[in-house]
Antibody, heavy 118, light 112 residues
Framework: EVQLVESGGGLVQPGGSLRLSCAAS????????MNWVRQAPGKGLEWVSY????????YYADSVKGRFTISRDNAKNSLYLQMNSLRDEDTAVYYC???????????WGQGTLVTVSS | QSVLTQPPSASGTPGQRVTISCSGS????????VNWYQQLPGTAPKLLIY???QRPSGVPDRFSGSKSGTSASLAISGLQSEDEADYYC?????????????FGGGTKLTVL
């Protein structure tokens, strides 16, 4: 069974940093691209970042470019999102989602809440 | 402002057929396939339709998708109370400067 479990969310002050993790199991993690997608309270879905299976291709949404860094460790079956210079508008539930190479988000984690507030 | 345009709400009575539209442009829907996601209240999104009209295993055939030009539609027939959820369309956008996944703003479906 495919499982994606996010962790690392919490309350952080504006300008602060946070590192999210997504632990994958039930599939060959190194064969799949991965994404981070977020959802602000009461709002719709917003794609954040994409990383290919080998980390050779990475994309970011304009809203996080230069502040967020996506990475993965295939040996540990883990996906990461380093978030720096956090802003109020980064407050959201962050989901990791599996992606058979720019095709679709076929499995999603349960999400982790990031709250940016002073 | 979302790149893909969906109606904010839709409704129907049990047993009815409802459709939800999704409008984009040549750089997203016009050149790539469309996926649809269902988000039940308080849960993570779930893939409902992929590659315009394909259903993942376990998704009832009451759900169907179509695409024409730069627009796509999700149809739900035989509406059931458990279909009450938010529905999002999504597509890859090939914009040269900033390729990205784009979503619609979501449609809240109410079963009356």
């Amino acid at each position: 069974e495919v499982q994606l479990v996010e962790s690392g969310g919490g309350l952080v002050q504006p300008g602060g940093s946070l590192r999210l993790s997504c632990a994958a199991s039930g599939f060959t993690f190194s064969s799949y691209s991965m994404n981070w997608v977020r959802q602000a309270p009461g709002k719709g879905l917003e794609w954040v970042s994409y990383i290919s299976s080998s980390s050779s291709t990475i994309y970011y949404a304009d809203s996080v470019k230069g502040r967020f860094t996506i990475s993965r460790d295939n040996a540990k079956n883990s996906l990461y999102l380093q978030m720096n210079s956090l802003r109020d508008e980064d407050t959201a539930v962050y989901y990791c989602a599996r992606d058979p190479t720019l095709a679709r988000f076929d499995y999603w984690g349960q999400g982790t809440l990031v709250t940016v507030s002073s | 402002q979302s790149v893909l345009t969906q109606p904010p709400s839709a409704s129907g009575t049990p047993g009815q057929r409802v459709t939800i539209s999704c409008s984009g442009s040549s750089s997203n829907i016009g050149s790539n396939t469309v996926n649809w996601y269902q988000q039940l209240p308080g849960t993570a999104p779930k893939l409902l339709i992929y590659s315009n009209n394909q259903r993942p295993s376990g998704v009832p055939d009451r759900f169907s998708g179509s695409k024409s030009g730069t627009s796509a539609s999700l149809a739900i027939s035989g509406l059931q109370s458990e279909d009450e959820a938010d529905y999002y369309c999504a597509a890859w956008d090939d914009s040269l400067n900033a390729p990205m996944w784009v979503f619609g703003g979501g449609t809240k479906l109410t079963v009356l």
